[in-house]
């Protein structure tokens, strides 16, 4: 189950890159955003009411915290890929910046959650590390015509799901993925809402791409990615589901070669199967005490999650 879910994580969460680039030629970012959260959000709210999804034991701070990792996670990621993607970044190029996450994830994930990474998961860390300037150089080399600052962008976005992923580590409430999950798209709702207002920017176009791509982001990303996040980061820990991440940037590179044609050599062949050593390597140092981290996350929540996803989408 767990390799099973690891793979359609990958690719959900590597679909909202190419989702974000199909939009990108039709409007713009906050106005591709505001209407991929505003149905959404309308909708999880009636499922959720009509569902009797619970709110019960909820404290006002329970649901303000998964707000603000709402912010964090939702608004503030999406906001810098969409923008940079706008700006002519590349939808593998993007990934590959978001590459870094795992690293400072994992570096982080000792003193901050107590949890031991071992030997063999540092080395794997290391690795993917290596297989993401790999495929970086590549992309570079190849040139996209982006401004240089364009591709600071990214990086605040991966700070932005850092926090938000340690953010909800450290919380000790429970929280049904189904009610998190409508928060947080609730919340973006309301921020790409107020921004896509006051920019002018709220009217849809009337083309079919972008309506196409609203449906994509939708279903793959945020019912599929984002959702599945969550998910494995609560059966497995911080360590493994931010390794996964490092499987986004060839992946995503793979499938903009492909659909758009962007760049793709040889030495993205390389860094592709240098991350998919890195994943093996964590995954084999996985120690006891991490598993032991994840038994005792899974055992009272697994069963609560896999109804509540089952609701969700």
């Not at 996450?101 to 994930?109: D, E, K």
């Not at 940037?249 to 962007?262: K, N």
């Amino acid at each position: 189950m767990n390799f099973l879910l690891s793979i359609a994580f990958v690719l959900c969460w590597s679909s909202g890159f190419i989702g974000a680039k199909l939009g990108a030629g039709s409007a713009s970012a906050v106005t591709i955003l505001m209407w991929r959260f505003l149905p959404l959000a309308v909708t999880l709210i009636v499922i959720a009411t009509v569902s009797g999804t619970s709110w019960r034991g909820l404290a006002v701070r329970d649901v303000a915290r998964q707000a603000m990792i709402g912010v964090l996670s939702q608004s503030g990621y999406l906001l810098t890929v969409y923008y940079a993607i706008q700006l002519g970044v590349s939808s593998g190029t993007t990934a590959l910046i978001d590459g870094v996450q795992p690293l400072v994830a994992g570096t982080l994930a000792g003193p901050l959650l107590r949890q031991h990474v071992s030997r063999k998961q540092w080395l794997g860390l290391c690795l993917g590390m290596g297989g993401v300037a790999i495929v970086t150089m590549a992309d570079a080399a190849a040139g996209t015509g982006a401004a240089w600052w364009a591709y600071l962008i990214p990086f605040l976005g991966m700070l932005s799901l850092v926090a938000a992923t340690f953010l909800e580590s450290r919380s000790r409430a429970r929280v049904a993925p189904a009610v998190s999950m409508t928060v947080h798209c609730a919340t973006s709702a309301v921020i790409f809402t107020a921004l896509a207002v006051s920019t002018g920017a709220a009217s849809p176009p009337a083309e079919l791409s972008f309506w196409a791509a609203i449906i994509w982001l939708v279903a793959l990303s945020t019912f599929g990615g984002y959702g599945l996040y969550w998910l494995i980061l609560r059966r497995s820990g911080v360590t493994k589901v931010n390794t996964l991440m490092f499987l986004m940037a060839p992946v995503t590179a793979v499938w903009g070669a492909l659909m758009f044609g962007e760049p793709f050599s040889l030495q993205t062949a390389l860094g592709l199967a240098v991350g998919l050593a890195a994943v093996v390597i964590v995954y084999r140092g996985d120690t006891s005490s991490t598993r032991a981290f994840a038994r005792d996350t899974a055992t009272g929540e697994v069963a609560n999650i896999k109804h509540s996803m089952s609701r969700c989408s």
